[in-house]
């Protein structure tokens, strides 16, 4: 099959997320391709904020500490530290972009949510901390006409040049493939809720970067390790909204149907303990027929000025926080695993970084600690700019640009019902609580729909990342962090290790160019 081919020495940057446009801000000259609108995807949409240590009583240390006890014992100290030490200049750099956080005379005003030892999580607009950072890093990215943008393209596969990853093949807004060949592509293409039928995960978040990499033979580490968040408002509305964890922080407390507190018997935290022990309490109540809400009733008139996204939403589902329970069930929220970089963002090909989620930096381990990974974002979105920037390797330009086969199988729609199997066979089975009979379901489930997922080109990458999910989470026979076992309950010191997939690249085919344009 003909395509467009497009050369071009800019980095790309794959999504436009606070991981995305962090990268593209720090590289300057650089395109930007993203499957939406600039700036959509799951950044947009935090609620909490973002954890920094800049109050009295706090430092990075003791922030750094924090991480990585909760990370189930696979959390790096080091990337911890370099992280947390970051992050007090990450604030005052959004803060130069125009990002306005909340403050009461003059100091930043902070909230606490679970697992974190101080108050330390930077908030703007109350729980809307998402959209308040996206707009000032889209309003920096607009002011900087060396960043070209392409809004609508979808990048379908990474382009190879010998063992180099040498450019990404996108289908623009027009329909059109293109071949965009560079010597540097940037994949910040956000997590993977999307493969759950319950998630807080917004449309654009199925997994691309990840089954793209799966696909061309990277390294991936912990697919297994999916943080499911404990309180979503249980609604038929997809994603579910979030019942921001700040809630919590503020003196929200948990109730069963019969207005009893059952966190304070599960764990000395009681609602502020680390997250997958809240979601896994929530879970067992409703999987034995009960019912769990949030009780933030204390705020009362408050509520609207403290939490003005999470009260539009729930007024939008006809409940009124200030007098009435919330009904809450976990959701998909997190992807600890992803695409294995080191500390500048690097993967295990030449040419390719990730960052953000998609990416695994060894910052969560099993287990995220809340409000980490915009900071995540912003901080390894500054280091893979630098270190592209002063890159300068040079392409093979003999060897032929290959694309896995596969690339041209897929057709430009997507099957709904298709998808929708998937999304509820991994809820059901390879959810909060797994075991080895529902594993076996659910990859038994991916097997037959095969036929169906591999034309669309999200279910498609739905598929490829839902199986690696299953065969990871089959073969960790334990318990840690995101990942339980009801049938491994316990935590087991041999598996005190990453779980690690090095899939041989897909079959893959030169491409054939037509139109050549160099940019
Ligand atoms: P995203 O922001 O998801 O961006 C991904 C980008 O990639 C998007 O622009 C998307 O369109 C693009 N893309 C994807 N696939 C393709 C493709 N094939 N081709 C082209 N473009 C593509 N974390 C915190 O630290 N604090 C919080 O308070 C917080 N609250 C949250 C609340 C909600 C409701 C959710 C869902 C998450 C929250 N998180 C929070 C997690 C955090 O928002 C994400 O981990 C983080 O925003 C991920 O950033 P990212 O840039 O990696 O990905
Ligand atoms: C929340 O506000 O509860 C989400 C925070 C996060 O996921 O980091």
């Not at 006890?69 to 130069?96: F, M, Q, Y």
């Not at 500048?344 to 990730?354: E, K, M």
């Not at 600690?369 to 901080?379: D, I, P, Q, Y």
């Not at 489930?445 to 036929?451: H, K």
């Amino acid at each position: 099959m003909n395509i467009i081919h497009l050369e071009t020495s800019r980095p790309v940057v794959v999504g436009s997320g606070i991981a995305g446009l962090t990268a593209a801000l720090g590289l300057g000259d650089c395109l930007v391709i993203t499957k939406s609108q600039l700036a959509e995807g799951s950044s947009r949409w935090a609620q909490g904020g973002i954890a920094a240590a800049v109050g009295d009583d706090d430092s990075p240390s003791l922030h750094a500490a924090d991480t990585v006890a909760v990370s189930g014992g696979l959390g790096d100290r080091l990337v911890a530290e370099l992280v947390t030490r970051s992050a007090p200049e990450r604030i005052e750099w959004l803060e130069s972009l125009g990002a306005r956080f909340d403050r009461s005379n003059g100091a930043l005003t902070l909230g606490r949510e679970a697992g974190h030892r101080r108050h330390r999580i930077v908030h703007a607009d109350g729980d809307g901390t998402g959209a308040e950072v996206m707009r000032a890093l889209r309003a920096a990215v607009t002011e900087r006409p060396e960043i070209e943008v392409w809004n609508h393209t979808l990048a379908l596969d990474l382009l190879r040049r010998g063992s180099r990853v040498a450019g990404v093949v996108v289908r623009t807004r027009d329909g059109r493939l293109t071949a965009i060949s560079s010597p540097t592509v940037v994949l910040a293409t956000g997590g993977i809720g999307r493969i759950f039928s319950r998630t807080t995960n917004p449309a654009e978040v199925t997994g691309d970067g990840l089954a793209m990499a799966i696909r061309t033979g990277l390294r991936i580490v912990d697919p297994e390790f999916v943080q499911f968040h404990p309180t979503a408002l249980d609604s038929p509305v997809d994603p579910m909204p979030l019942l921001t964890e700040a809630l919590r922080g503020a003196g929200a407390v948990l109730v069963d149907e019969s207005g009893r507190r059952f966190m304070v018997g599960e764990h000395p935290d009681a609602e502020l303990a680390p997250r997958d022990i809240v979601a896994r309490a929530n879970w067992h109540r409703r999987n034995q027929g009960g019912s769990v809400f949030l009780d933030a009733t204390h705020l009362g008139a408050t509520f609207p000025d403290r939490f003005p996204t999470v009260f539009a939403s729930a007024m939008e589902a006809g409940i009124d926080p200030r007098t009435d329970l919330l009904p809450v069930s976990p959701a998909a929220h997190y992807h600890m695993g992803g695409i294995a970089v080191d500390s500048n963002g690097r993967t295990s090909r030449p040419g390719l970084y990730a960052v953000g989620e998609t990416a695994a930096t060894r910052l969560h381990g099993a287990n995220r600690l809340a409000s980490n990974s915009l900071l995540e974002g912003l901080v390894f979105g500054a280091r893979v700019a630098a270190d592209a920037r002063d890159l300068h390797e040079s392409m093979d330009s003999g060897a032929p640009l290959v694309v896995p086969q596969s690339t041209f199988d897929v057709d430009s729609q997507d099957d709904a019902e298709t998808m929708t199997a998937l999304r509820t066979t991994m809820w059901n089975h390879v959810g909060v609580v797994r075991n080895a009979t529902g594993l076996d379901q659910a990859a038994a489930t991916l097997e037959c729909l095969a036929p169906r997922t591999g034309v669309g080109p999200i279910s498609r990458n739905l598929a490829t990342v839902a199986n690696a999910v299953v065969g990871a989470a089959k073969a960790r026979t334990e318990s840690r962090g995101g990942h339980f076992r009801s049938d491994y309950p316990s935590l087991d010191s041999t598996w005190h290790r990453h779980t690690e997939i090095m899939p041989g690249p897909e079959p893959t085919v030169v491409i054939g160019l037509a139109e050549r344009v160099v940019a």
